[in-house]
């Protein structure tokens, strides 16, 4: 599986690294090189950074706290004071530099500077109004998080063309043979 970024957030879209969570789990961030890919993939840096695996730990810690927190903020839950640390923690290093380059947007930093532009993110989402939007795919084996921004608010999977598309193939297939 591919790096994929179509939740609304950069926190979810982390959290979204680790694929059909209550099956056969699919982690995206499986080395050090993964992670440092996801920084690029994500638009944080321009080059990827060195990453070890302390730094690969600290990100999955991250990444499966932002998802409690997330869950937690759409059933109205409690959300634990260990994962809202955990957050917080990586927030409170300085985010990734974007500057205006001879060729235009550079972003810069190290490994721990993308998390912290991502756990700011998470934190700017679970703490404000946008919080409430937070649904997670219908689709089987899916369990991928995203932000309803439906007019109507009514979005059932977090891409169209790939869960849902397949969602509305397989109803389409039982209607043909039921």
């Known amino acids: 599986m591919d790096f994929t ?36 993939a994500a638009g944080l840096l321009d080059e990827r ?18 998802y409690r927190l997330a869950c937690a903020a759409r059933t109205g839950s409690a959300m634990e004071a260990g994962d809202r640390e955990t957050l917080n923690a990586a927030a409170r290093h300085a985010p990734a530099s974007v500057l205006l380059g001879e060729r235009g947007v550079e972003r810069g930093g190290d490994v721990r500077a993308a ?30 998080l995203y932000l309803d921004a439906s007019h109507r608010r009514t979005r059932r999977w977090c891409d169209m063309r790939g869960c849902g598309n397949r969602a509305k193939a397989a109803a389409f297939r039982a209607r043909q043979h039921g």
């Open 115 to 144: 998390l912290a532009s991502t756990a700011r993110a998470a934190a700017e989402l679970l703490g404000g109004p946008q919080a409430a939007l937070i649904r997670e795919c219908e689709a089987d084996p899916c369990t991928r």
């Open 49 to 66: 950074p060195a990453v070890s695996d302390g730094d690969l730990a600290e990100a999955r810690a991250l990444r499966e706290a932002i």
């Open 5 to 40: 970024f179509i939740s609304g957030n950069l926190g979810l879209d982390l959290a979204g690294t680790v694929g059909h969570r209550r099956r056969e789990r699919i982690d995206l961030l499986a080395t050090p090189g993964d992670l440092a890919r996801w920084t690029v």
